[in-house]
């Protein structure tokens, strides 16, 4: 891992330190605290996402160039199989 500064693509805060890989795209580098709410993103049903960090999902995917229906296409079809498993 190399360590990188500047500012995160995803929060446009400024960071230090080792950086996480994006989820989104696994290349871009982004803040270990965007690493952690990518996963929480990932976790959370999509109909129970806040507004707030689905807007920063939203932005972030178009700047990366990942399709974001289709990263909303995988969630509501993850959260079927969750419901079908119970
Ligand atoms: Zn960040």
């Not at 960090?53 to 990942?66: A, H, Y």
Request: glycine share 6%; hydrophobic share 30%.
């Amino acid at each position: 891992m190399k360590e990188e500064k500047g500012s995160c693509p995803r929060c446009s805060k400024e960071f230090s330190g080792y950086p996480a890989l994006s989820r989104r795209d696994n290349s871009t580098d982004v803040c270990s605290e965007c690493g952690n709410k990518e996963s929480m993103m990932d976790f959370i049903p999509f109909d129970r996402l806040p507004k707030g960090e689905l807007l920063t999902e939203m932005i972030f995917q178009k700047k990366i160039g990942v399709d974001f229906d289709d990263w909303k296409q995988w969630k509501i079809s993850m959260d079927s199989e969750r419901k079908n498993a119970d």
